[in-house]
Every structure is written in C-alpha cells, then in structure tokens.
C-alpha cells in the first residue's frame, strides 16, 4: 500500500537535546513537508522541500532543520535552539509543489520535552 | 498577511442532520486553491474536499458540498445526512504558489 509513514509515534526530548523526527513516503510524490500542530492554532509549516537536496523554511522555521538526500526520506530534526518543542508533528507530501495540489499526511509524531 | 479563520471553534449536529462550517480567508494571491481537511481522533489528516478558486461551480463530494463566494472570501463546508463517522476536527486551508495557510480548526461532534 502507498502512504506516508512517521516514527516514532511519541517521543521524549530531555533540555538540550537534539531528537529527529523520520517520515518516509512511497507515492513517488517530489514534494514533502512539515507542520507543527499545537492546541488550539491551525497547522504551520515548518519546512518544505520540493525536490532532492533543496528545501525551504516555512513560517516557523527557527530551532529546527531538515535534509532530504532521498526522494523518499525527509527527517526533521529538532534542535535545542527550539525552546518550546512540544507539540504534534505532521509530515505530508504531495505529488510536486505546484497550486492546487493535494496533500497526503501522515499518521503523526507527538513530541514531549522530559 | 494571509490568513484563514474558522469562527466556530466547536460545532455539533443530531446524526443525519445537516450542518455547515464556515471558513473565511484572506490571500492577495490570484492563483490558489481551497481544500477541507477532516482529522478524526487518530488525528491523521485527510482530505474531504478540494475546490479551484478560478471555478465558480462548488465542488461536491458525496455528503460533503462547498459554498463558495469568491467575492466575499468565504468557503464554507455543508454536511448532508451527518453520520457519527464525521465527528471530527475539520481544517479549511488556503493552498497558493506563496503561501500554505490553514485555519484553526472546527471541532465537530455528532450526537447520536
């Protein structure tokens, strides 16, 4: 079956620490990106990429960074720059970055500072 | 800035009642799309409907209809025949060659 998988499905951040967040997709899709989800506020986006080896910042980029050296992988790490971690994180992809294209999310990573 | 507001934060509905969500947004873009997303408690989001700003026919997906008035910035979601599967959060999201904008969601509860 295609989709988006994410893992772990929670996980414990101590101070200073930093912790990656995996999601893989096989759609065959160019396009993938991150948000953060927090009670009460509509979903941000934190990076996006739109092929391999290019990525852009979102709107709440700060404390976090990304990589995406396969066209299946695109990790987010968040880094103890980010001072407010906690939060649920959804990946998505879609078939390329252009208007109107759909987005397929995956099932979710939620992220708790210890 | 772009924005999407979803004013009612909760809603509810009597199972095979209708019920309409509304969401307003606000975009200097000329070229986008509009889209509802259902999250149900497994919170994995998912797409319920998807509409081209450049069409004035609303899309319709089954039980699920759109009104949209492009004048007025206003793209509200209608359920028909409500069924206790569509309790959920529900996200109304501006997609655009820009800007990528979701609003704060409709919490959903369909009584029995």
């Known amino acids: 079956d295609g989709g988006i998988t994410q893992s772990p499905k929670y996980l414990f951040r101590k101070e200073g620490q930093n912790v990656t967040l995996s999601c893989e997709q096989n759609?065959?899709?160019?396009?993938m990106y991150w948000y953060r989800q927090d009670p009460g506020q509509g979903l941000r986006l934190i990076y996006y990429?739109?092929?391999?080896?290019?990525?852009q910042k979102g709107d709440i980029a700060e404390g976090y960074s990304v990589s995406r050296e396969k066209k299946e992988s695109f990790p987010l790490t968040v880094t103890s720059a980010q001072k407010n971690p906690t939060a649920f994180y959804l990946c998505?992809?879609?078939?390329?970055?252009?208007?109107?294209?759909?987005?397929?999310f995956g099932p979710g990573t939620r992220l708790l500072v210890l | 800035a772009q924005t999407v507001t979803q004013s009612q934060p909760e809603m509810s509905v009597q199972e095979a009642e209708t019920v309409t969500l509304s969401c307003t947004y606000d975009?200097?873009?000329?070229?986008?799309?509009l889209f509802w997303y259902k999250q149900p408690p497994s919170r994995q989001m998912i797409l319920v409907i998807r509409?081209?700003?450049?069409?004035?026919q609303n899309a319709t997906e089954n039980r699920f209809s759109v009104n949209f008035q492009k004048a007025a910035k206003s793209f509200s979601l209608k359920i028909s025949d409500s069924q206790l599967g569509d309790a959920a959060m529900y996200s109304c999201?501006?997609?655009?060659?820009?800007?990528?904008?979701f609003g704060k969601g409709t919490k959903l509860t369909v009584n029995p």
């Open positions: 998505a992809s879609s078939i390329n970055r252009g208007v109107g294209e759909t987005q397929y």
């Open positions: 759609l065959n899709h160019d396009a």
């Open positions: 990429s739109q092929i391999v080896n290019d990525f």
């Open positions: 975009t200097s873009e000329s070229d986008y799309y």
């Open positions: 509409q081209e700003a450049y069409k004035q």
């Open positions: 999201y501006q997609g655009g060659s820009e800007k990528l904008v």
